[in-house]
């Protein structure tokens, strides 16, 4: 019987969480606890689905994409738990300018790179939101 507490078989639940879920802490701008937290969830080979939580002390943090199986996300949820925020970097294979109209708790702040990764970066404040990618283009809509 293993257990996921060793570190060496740990380390895949760590990733699961931070490269395919995108869920971590902004320890590079010295925020800790998930009080401000980081979204990035990252497509990769021929998923065609995830989703999952993560538990923090402030509430449920929730992310959740969908892709067309070739590596392109399709769509995007997620929950920011009361009186927390988050930073969310989300892949963008679009040359054009975000779409997304002016919508409360969403923040467009542009398209840039992080990671290696062409991203177009939102603030978001607490709530659930579901962004959806298609033609070149980003809405939102906000439960």
Do not use: C
């Not at 989300?90 to 040359?95: A, F, T, V, Y």
């Not at 409360?104 to 959806?132: D, H, M, P």
Request: glycine residues 14%; charged residues 15%.
């Amino acid at each position: 019987m293993n257990s996921f507490n060793h570190f060496a078989l740990g380390a895949v639940g760590q990733w699961m969480y931070e490269f395919q879920l995108g869920i971590t802490t902004d320890h590079q701008n010295g925020e800790a606890g998930y009080k401000h937290f980081v979204l990035q969830p990252q497509v990769a080979g021929t998923f065609e689905s995830l989703s999952g939580s993560y538990e923090s002390n402030n509430g449920k943090i929730y992310s959740s994409w969908t892709s067309d199986g070739q590596g392109n996300m399709i769509s995007y949820k997620a929950t920011v738990p009361a009186n927390t925020s988050a930073t969310l970097y989300l892949p963008m294979g679009i040359e054009g300018e975000d779409s997304l109209k002016p919508i409360k708790g969403v923040e467009f702040k542009g398209i840039g790179q992080r990671n290696g990764i062409k991203v177009g970066t939102y603030e978001l404040s607490s709530g659930t939101f579901e962004f959806n990618l298609k033609d070149g283009t980003v809405k939102v809509k906000t439960f």
